[in-house]
Nanobody, 128 residues
Framework: QVQLVESGGGLVQAGGSLKLSCAAS????????MAWFRQTPGKEREFVAT??????????ADFAKGRFTISRDNAKNTVTVELQMDSLKSGDTAVYYC???????????????????WGQGAQVTVSS
């Protein structure tokens, strides 16, 4: 079983930065692609960024390009995935979720919303 635990959410002023972290544990989790999604009330959950198991492939939503950076650190049964968010805007206010699916699912699958495991979410609030 895979467990995802997010941390690092909070309140930040517009233009500021925040880093989210996700601790992913479970057998073979180091072979899984990882992603971040976000959701605001009344809206569907939307893709933010994803990274392959080898870290060689990274993809971002258009709104995240140039401002957000995804990274991961693999250990045998634990993976840490971070989302560095810079130049934050009020529109970035949302609950951010860590997500993954077992191989052979890919980063493209995660981008399409084919997610098997979700974290509990971390609230990010950007004040204007």
């Amino acid at each position: 079983q895979v467990q995802l635990v997010e941390s690092g959410g909070g309140l930040v002023q517009a233009g500021g930065s925040l880093k989210l972290s996700c601790a992913a544990s479970g057998r073979f989790v180091s072979t899984y692609p990882m992603a971040w999604f976000r959701q605001t009330p009344g809206k569907e959950r939307e893709f933010v960024a994803t990274v392959s198991s080898s870290t060689t492939s990274k993809y971002y939503a258009d709104f995240a390009k140039g401002r957000f950076t995804i990274s991961r650190d693999n250990a045998k049964n634990t993976v840490t995935v971070e989302l560095q968010m810079d130049s934050l805007k009020s529109g970035d206010t949302a609950v951010y979720y860590c997500a993954t699916s077992p191989a052979p699912r890919t980063t493209q699958d995660l981008m399409a919303g084919n997610v098997d495991y979700w974290g509990q979410g971390a609230q990010v609030t950007v004040s204007s």
